[in-house]
């Protein structure tokens, strides 16, 4: 809990200096966060259970902490965040597994040439 505590202090100082700062950018930033999660096509509930499996693949802890609350104050499970992290999951192996495809493009131009690089 510590660490969610620290999260959660340095979020509210942190937003705290830069509304002291008068900051039009945070303005505008916390106005497109507001419109993003209005409910629309997608319930808010659905929009932060996104938001949590983006966060757990970009490894923002204070995204995940801010997105999993909200997520359970719109009404969300413990099941429906495990899914959402669990869809990250996939999310963050699958474009290795597709990276992997350049490594087995070179491993196949090295070896079918008897190991020896082309010059």
Known sequence: M??????IRQRKWASGQLLKYNSKVFKVIQEL????FRAGALAKKTKELIAIGISVV???????????GEAVKDGATEREVLEAVEVAFEMGIG???????????????????????KE
């Open 58 to 68: 970009n490894n923002c802890e204070s995204c995940m902490q801010w997105h999993i």
């Open 33 to 36: 966060e507001q419109a993003t």
């Open 2 to 7: 510590e660490k969610i505590d620290r999260l």
């Open 95 to 117: 474009p290795a597994v597709v990276n992997g495809r350049f490594a087995l493009e070179v491993m196949d131009e090295l070896f079918k040439n008897g190991g020896k690089d």
